[in-house]
Each structure stands twice: as C-alpha cells, then as structure tokens.
C-alpha cells in the first residue's frame, strides 16, 4: 500500500509543559534515579521550529516500514527548509501527497520507498510531482 498522509495544521498558542528527564532515559543499563532532575518540557517549542510553515501528516500505508515509518505514525513536516539529496520529504505526486526520501541522480529527481515492494518513482511533468516539505520528525506509537 501506498504512503497517503492526512494534513493537520499547527496551533502554536498553547503551552502545554510536559515531565522531562534531562539526562535521558537509559537504553542500556540503568543509572540511579536521583541523577535525574525533573525539568519541563514544551513539545511545540522543542518539535516545531517554524509553526507557520509546519504541517503534520497522519501516515498510511507501508512503503516506509524499513526505516520504522509505520501506517499511523505521524510526520512533522517543515516547508521552510531546504530539501536536500536523501531528506525525507512530503510529495504531492499523482493527485496525493506521500512520504519518501527524495534521490537526485544524473539530473533526475526521484522518490524512494523504504520497502522492497515498492520502485522509485520519477518526479516528472506527466505525475506532475512536487516537493511540499521536508520531514523533521517521526513520532511512533509504542508497542
């Protein structure tokens, strides 16, 4: 299946403080819990660095499974930034817009999945594929 993303627009006014360990959380072995200060956290401020270029997209589909892009992850996308060769982008292909990193090879543009069911795909004038924004994050539910 096809990466299709549902569009949310950004409400940068609230200021919704969260917990936060400054000093992580440990994937390996732990560290006692009184070297950890509880800090607060603003997740527009730390996620959104331009709110009125900043779009998020609710993911479908499996194209991006390898990279853990998952149907239901959400992307944080940002049209005020540069798009560069392998950035994670949102494209406006074929009457849609789709989640891929974008590839520039011998003055081609192209978007490439992250699953070996799916072949690149040629940004062209009969797709009439555009580039709407580079992704800045992934936010994944936990199993």
């Known amino acids: 299946m096809e ?3 549902q569009l949310y627009t ?12 400054d000093k992580g959380i440990q994937a390996g072995f732990p560290s006692p819990a009184s070297d950890y200060m509880e800090l607060a ?18 993911i ?5 499974i ?3 892009i998952f149907d239901g992850s ?4 940002d049209k005020s930034l540069r798009v560069e060769n392998n950035s994670l982008v949102v494209a406006w292909i074929d009457g849609g817009f789709t989640l891929k990193q974008i590839r520039k090879e011998n ?22 594929g555009s580039i709407w924004g580079k992704v800045t994050y992934i936010i994944n539910k936990a199993l």
């Open 3 to 5: 990466h299709k993303i």
């Open 10 to 21: 950004i409400q940068n006014n609230t200021n919704k403080l969260i917990p936060y360990f």
């Open 41 to 58: 956290i603003d997740l527009n401020e730390t996620l959104i660095k331009n709110p009125s270029s900043t779009f998020i997209g609710r």
């Open 60 to 64: 479908t589909g499996d194209s991006m």
């Open 66 to 68: 390898d990279i853990g």
């Open 74 to 77: 959400l992307a944080i996308v």
């Open 107 to 128: 003055g081609n543009t192209y978007l490439m999945a992250f699953n070996r069911n799916f072949k690149p795909v040629l940004i062209d004038e009969a797709n009439q």
